[in-house]
């Protein structure tokens, strides 16, 4: 999916946005990223639903990391990068987190 959308090509649309309005702003529901082949127009865009080069981590979204294409099928399946590092900076350390179950603690 990624490798097709990466090869695809702004419309006339996306022209006359790029270059006929100063003050528009471009609210986009696609994450294809067309937008990013124009002069002005990346500038002038809100991506409502993110970007396809651009994935975020499921348990802390301030975690993101740009892919390519034929990145996209392995990493939009694997585990986050940096929670990864984290979660093996913590076990090296001997940290461990508490899970409470009514007024059971338990220690993993």
Known sequence: MFA???K?????????????FDRVFHF???VDCLEDKLSSLPHKTLRLHGRLDTLVCQ???IHTFQITP????TKV???CPRCDKADKIRVAAHDTIL???GNANIGT
């Open 8 to 20: 695809a090509r702004p419309t006339e649309f996306h022209r006359l946005l790029d270059s006929a």
């Open 77 to 79: 399946r694997s585990r």
């Open 59 to 61: 348990n802390r979204n």
């Open 28 to 30: 986009t529901q696609n």
């Open 70 to 73: 034929e990145e996209f099928e």
């Open 4 to 6: 097709r959308a990466s």
């Open 99 to 101: 899970v409470s179950f």
